[in-house]
DNA sequence: CCCTAAACGAGACGGTACGTCGTGTCTTACG
DNA sequence: CGTAAGACACGACGTACCGTCTCGTTTAGGG
């Protein structure tokens, strides 16, 4: 039988990862996203094709790594930080950390995977599982508190309130552009919570 | 002045037209969105490459073109055409006419399109002042009769209105994946509505 | 039964003709003959390509009637003129005169016409039917006068005779380049003669 | 300095060599030597089109390589073989020997070489390196002999009288055909001695 | 002198080949 | 064995011309 060949990760050179990454990001905020290319990253970090194949499926994988590599504390720490009694003002202040604090000017970088995404179904669960998936638990966590608190309607799905704050945002970011300031975060934040709170 | 060599619309073949975009169509769905390239479409219309390149700047335009031909007139029609006094029903209609009737199993094209619109400004604004505008236009003109009428708070911006609305749906469609299905539309209007209706 | 559509040369347009011709002798000495086609004369002649294709079977074709026409009167001239009394004298005068007077400058584009005539045995013919031939019929009358003479020998074929000269100039065109120059003319006449004396 | 991509022949993979070259002698034969394209002979060598452009600047140069290898050894071997002492008898017997011999019926490959040197100034200097050189040095080598015994007279350039030889057989390849047998090649060498000869 | 058939400009069209790029697999040589 | 380097088969890219084919629009010549 074949070995299968799976890479022991113990083995992984941590340079060679870290110039991968690095260059995967450079490329992206440089070139402009549509140009990067496994071959340009193995160019640019000095390394062999094989070796970003070996550890990644595809430049997606790369970039997302790359990218998500750099948000997780930032984010997450955000995310966890709203804590108050107030849920409006966590909630607005969730918002703002993650989309403009977090994310900003990568922005485009998060657009791009999602396009990607559209193309590449692995890709789309990685994603999934390394970003939207916890941001998710982590907002959905504070809904439920909220509503215990009677400051959201018992009968909402947290769930279905992720999709109504952050579908705003995607959409504007992915269908219908806008700006993404702090007076849309806020609006966002309001707008969605018109149709939360208890009537 | 250069020549610029922009082709004369007069002159133009429309069977040669229609072959190729009944092929982007069908190796569309057939194939799989990804496998979509200008050479396959060439083949399968039996067609020169440079035909497409004169009258398309990119496989995207071609797909956005075979898609949207054969959405218009649908789409459209049942975003007016919902038009009684209860803009609950309405927006429930359209909703549900445009997202599960016109657009329904071709919704992995539109994913598709937006995805590559994120590496391509110029399909991105295509797709925009072909799809995302007029459909914005119709649905904004509706929620402003529904303001006049009291069923719409006055402080609402349409256009906001719409992000709240739109935004869950594709949400749903790029980026956290769940049913398309009417109690899906059903949900979106009513979570829209809790927020944009007078307190 | 279908006319055959033969284009009736009565009705040429004789300033269309000149165009033509004037553009393909331009664009071979301007941008090099490697990339003279037929799209670049019609559209540097302001002319459809319909036009080109109705008058000339290949690009070859158009530049060989070019370059021929501005050469036949010159070169023939020159030819017809070697008429004293010695061989030796007249045929150096003649192939001076045929080699650098009328070819001159346009030797390259003759090596690019037999060039292509390799690749095409329509301009093959043409080639031997407008230019081969009648040289090699007016220098053979010349050696058959000599033969009388008894300044070449009683047994020499004309035109293994001619091989003999002008296989040498064509050699060193198109196989073995070297300069062309009197030097070369004149000794290409001297050796060649050596062997077509009488011993 | 630039990386210049110069690639390592020693990784040159010969067994894609030999495929590349059998295709392209293949198609030569086959289809004709117009139909003769780096696609066509890649397809037919199952080989991508970058690895031919990695080794070989042009088809024509391709050609050159597959018809000379099989060429070299044959060709030259008969050239230096002609070592009497009698030039006469050599001669013809290098003529014929290489010019009906090794070159025999693959010498419309030589016309469409020399056919497509006129256009591509690379190849053409290749197959003076490659092909023409060689041979004028070979051939001079025994000129020199033959004026040292006094077979050929002292005042003779040997690579005019290459010229004089070479220029006969080519001339009717490449200007005016002819038949090419014995009786065309022997006649060459006559007419050729008949000027070379000490008077 | 008009009428009609052609030659003409323009360029769209189906093709073939071009030369380049990126993909993912592979082989080689080194540490 | 992980790695740098890069050759390789493959497929698509976007471009250049090919030769054929409509389109109107001149432009003659024969009725």
Redo the contacts between chains.
């Keep these: 039988m074949s070995p299968s060949h799976t890479p022991d990760p113990a083995r992984r050179n941590p340079q060679t990862t870290a110039a991968i990454l690095e260059a995967a990001l450079a490329m992206a905020s440089e070139s402009g996203?549509?140009k990067v290319s496994i071959e340009g990253i193995a160019a640019r970090a000095g390394v062999g094709k094989r070796t970003i194949y070996r550890w990644w499926p595809s430049r997606g994988a790369v970039v997302l790594d790359a990218w998500a590599q750099r948000l997780d504390d930032h984010l997450y720490k955000r995310l966890r930080s709203a804590q108050s009694d107030d849920f409006e003002a966590d909630l607005k202040q969730m918002v703002k950390g993650a989309w403009l604090g977090a994310i900003g000017d990568t922005r485009p970088v998060l657009?791009?995977l999602?396009?990607?995404?559209?193309?590449?179904p692995n890709l789309?669960a990685e994603l999934?599982e390394r970003l939207?998936g916890p941001t998710?638990e982590l907002v959905a966590e504070r809904i439920r508190r909220a509503k215990d608190d009677g400051q959201v309607a018992p009968d909402i799905d947290p769930y279905?309130a992720i999709?109504?704050i952050?579908?705003?945002?995607?959409?504007?970011l992915?269908?219908?552009?806008g700006p993404h300031d702090e007076a849309f975060t806020d609006?966002v934040a309001d707008?969605?919570?018109?149709?939360?709170r208890p009537?």
Tied chains: 1, 2, 3, 4.
């Design positions: 996203l549509a657009a791009w999602i396009g990607e995404a559209q193309h590449d789309a999934r939207i998710r279905r999709d109504l952050y579908g705003q945002l995607y959409y504007r992915l269908v219908a552009p609006s707008l969605a919570l018109r149709g939360l009537r």
